[in-house]
């Protein structure tokens, strides 16, 4: 079983940036897809990014692409979701999840196997 750990959330003022990280404990995640989704109070949890291990490739939602990277430090353990020019509508509590087969299906919640716990992040308008 793998466990997902996730830090980095926060409050912050609209505009301002904050870093998201996501380790698993035990193992790297060689071989897997790693993606991040969120869900605001009230609506469904949504897609954010992914990124596949392997070879780096990334998509994003439409809704944070050009201010959201998501990034792997091969030489360490975790995946980060770096979150520019954040607005108030990007408040929500973010997810961590992985897929261990590597899934090319990144914004499909039921093709990952593994979910953190959540970290809450609030921006102030």
């Known amino acids: 079983q793998v466990q997902l750990v996730e830090s980095g959330g926060g409050l912050v003022q609209a505009g301002g940036s904050l870093r998201l990280s996501c380790s698993a404990s035990g193992r790297t995640f060689s071989g897997y897809t790693v993606g991040w989704f969120r869900q605001a109070p009230g609506k469904e949890r949504r897609f954010v990014a992914a990124i596949r291990w392997t070879e780096g490739s990334t998509v994003y939602a439409d809704s944070v692409k050009g201010r959201f990277t998501i990034s792997r430090d091969k030489a360490k353990n975790p995946v980060y979701l770096q979150m520019n020019s954040l607005k108030h509508e990007d408040t929500a509590v973010y997810y961590c999840?992985?897929?261990?087969?590597?899934?090319?299906?990144?914004?499909?919640?039921?093709?990952?196997?593994?979910w953190g716990q959540g970290t809450q992040v609030t921006v102030s308008s």
């Open positions: 999840a992985a897929s261990r087969r590597g899934t090319y299906y990144y914004s499909y919640g039921n093709e990952y196997d593994y």
